[in-house]
């Protein structure tokens, strides 16, 4: 009997007030997080351009002709690929705020755990996007010493 017992609850998810309570919060600020998160990757679309209009208008004051495209390609590349790992961000943590608070409502453990993978791709993609960082990062310092 005990047995039982014990595989029924391995596979069910069971929680009492105080974890509900906990997820219901954490996915409210995760909703806030989120639409934070994606006004920022608006905003630095935004600033990317308005910085660019004005690189441009800097460089023909003191050249004939300007910034050429191809450099600022890269600009447009780099601002490109923080937008859509922005809007990736975004759209997991409102994966997880949204089946989360819908899950803890209808006591529904599959839209909860629907929540909780969304959470698990967001954090996924933060530790992707910090080991990428982190190797451009050693690969300038191995340049900087190399240089010396």
């Known amino acids: ?19 509900k309570n906990s997820l219901q919060g954490a996915a409210n600020w995760a909703g806030m997080a989120a639409l934070i998160s994606f006004a920022s990757s608006i905003l630095g679309m935004v600033n990317f351009f308005v910085q660019r209009a004005k690189m441009q208008a ?4 003191y050249t004939e002709y300007g910034i050429s495209e191809p450099s600022m390609g890269g600009g447009l590349i780099s601002a490109m690929i923080s937008f859509v790992i922005g809007v990736l961000l975004f759209v997991f943590l409102l994966k997880f705020s949204k089946k989360t608070k819908q899950g803890l409502e209808t006591n529904e453990t599959y839209l909860i755990s629907e929540g909780l993978s969304g ?18 990062i050693l690969l300038g310092l191995l340049a900087i010493i190399g240089q010396s």
């Open 1 to 19: 009997m005990e047995n039982s017992q014990a595989d029924s609850s391995l596979f069910e998810f069971q929680y009492d007030e105080e974890l």
């Open 119 to 136: 959470l698990s791709v967001y954090f996924r993609i933060i530790g992707i996007v910090l080991i990428i960082a982190i190797i451009f």
């Open 58 to 61: 800097i460089y023909r004051q």
